[in-house]
């Protein structure tokens, strides 16, 4: 195995934290325990020698959109500004692009545009931001143009927490909403980050009805994640859960020394840390894999 691949990861750079495009407060950022050192945000160069040290080959950056621009505490960081630190370090980010239900015609035109022109991966969904659960209907022009470019979604689920004091946000997705989602279009692949905390029981079950549904072992340090779910990891579900940190709420390097003290069996531990990322988001190397498990299917035969 090579380096990991970090599917859930923020923007935290000086220019980002300045122009309050983070989303988090102080009061957060004591509340997870932050380094004091770490709250100006870091640049991209450091950042990465922090992926060096943490063994992460490739993360997947977000261009957040988080809330209908027209509601005070709503904010927007711009396709364009992730799409150049793709574009500049091309093999250690890949970007993703955030979805704002109420931008109509126009939001499609944009996620049609950075995924054709930017290479972006994915979509990426807040549904807490908007106060609208997953199965709503305003998302699912968004859900068809994904199914459309044959890129996959991910979205929080799980309760949410108390980001800024400013704008306190209700939750709205319990996993089992992804129910009718994956129902309507068994074409779309939906991923449910953030373990679905505190209704983790529930993102398993989709994950395992669906063949569609995928989860992410994010925002929650690994030594903190349920005991079920490190289990399904481990076991049965070894090719539905992918690896995320949602930087900067858990920093890499530890997250990836606590994946290593999970005690893991080898193979599902790859699955989680790269391959199952490689696979569904299309990332280079996916193919080499692909080939790579047929030959390996041959042989068994």
């Known amino acids: 195995m090579t380096g990991a691949i970090d599917i859930v990861c923020n923007l935290y750079d000086p220019m980002s934290v300045r122009l309050k495009q983070t989303g988090i407060d102080n009061d957060f950022k004591r509340q997870i325990r932050m380094d004091r050192k770490l709250w100006g945000g870091v640049p991209i160069s450091q950042y990465m020698k922090m992926m060096d040290r943490a063994g992460i080959e490739r993360s997947l950056l977000i261009a957040v959109r988080a809330g209908d621009m027209n509601v005070k505490g709503s904010f927007a960081l711009p396709y364009e500004r992730v799409y150049k630190i793709c574009q500049k370090y091309p093999d250690r980010f890949s970007g993703l692009a955030g979805v704002d239900p109420f931008r109509g015609m126009g939001g499609l035109r944009e996620l049609q545009h950075a995924v054709e022109a930017y290479g972006f991966v994915g979509a990426h969904l807040y549904p807490h931001w908007f106060g609208l659960p997953p199965n709503h209907a305003k998302y699912y022009p968004y859900y068809t143009k994904c199914a459309e470019l044959e890129i996959p979604i991910m979205m929080q689920v799980g309760h949410n927490l108390i980001y800024s004091a400013a704008r306190r946000l209700p939750t709205v997705a319990d996993p089992i909403l992804l129910d009718q989602v994956a129902i309507d279009f068994p074409e779309l692949t939906l991923i449910g980050i953030h373990i679905g905390v505190p209704w983790t029981d529930n993102m398993i079950s989709m994950c395992w009805k669906h063949s569609n549904v995928y989860t992410a072992g994010d925002a929650y340090a690994p030594r ?30 530890r997250a990836i020394k606590e994946v290593d003290e999970l005690g893991m069996d080898p193979v599902a531990k790859r699955m989680l840390l790269r ?7 299309k990332l280079p190397g996916h193919r080499k894999l692909k080939r790579d498990a047929g030959m390996a299917a041959t042989r068994r035969s």
């Open 224 to 253: 903190h994640w349920p005991k079920q779910y490190v289990h399904y990891a481990n076991t049965y579900g070894r090719e539905k859960v992918m690896f995320g940190t949602d930087w900067p709420v858990i920093h890499p390097e």
């Open 275 to 281: 391959d199952n990322a490689l696979r569904v988001f």
